[in-house]
């Protein structure tokens, strides 16, 4: 069974950090463009971040470029978002995702996700 794991989330006040983990089981995940997203109440799924199958690319939502860095560890099949000078506006469920094909921006190309890992970010 595919499963991706999210852990990390929390509660932390503003300015603070938090650093999400993403563990895949099932298969390896080396070869796929990984990916966060995030989804708060009452509003769409947002695209955070995806990094490529070799780490060589990385990209970021507007709203997180500067303060996130995704990472992997393809040894371990993790995926990592280090999340620093958090805001009230980040509070939201954080998912991961597993690309199959097609732009890393839009949910619809990612093919596994998680069940998401909850942050609070307190004013």
């Known amino acids: 069974q595919v499963r991706l794991v999210e852990s990390g989330g929390g509660l932390v006040q503003a300015g603070g950090s938090l650093r999400l983990s993403c563990a895949a089981s099932?298969?390896?995940?080396?070869?796929?463009?990984m990916a966060w997203f995030r989804q708060a109440p009452g509003k769409e799924r947002e695209f955070v971040a995806a990094?490529?199958?070799?780490?060589?690319?990385?990209y970021y939502g507007e709203s997180v470029k500067g303060r996130f860095t995704i990472s992997r560890d393809n040894a371990k099949n993790t995926v990592y978002l280090q999340m620093n000078s958090l805001k009230p506006e980040d509070t939201a469920v954080y998912y991961c995702?597993?690309?199959?094909?097609?732009?890393?921006?839009?949910?619809?190309?990612?093919?596994?996700w998680g069940r998401g890992t909850q942050v609070t970010v307190s004013s």
């Open positions: 990094i490529t199958w070799s780490s060589s690319n990385t």
């Open positions: 099932g298969r390896s995940f080396s070869g796929n463009t």
């Open positions: 995702a597993a690309r199959a094909s097609g732009s890393y921006y839009y949910s619809a190309s990612y093919d596994y």
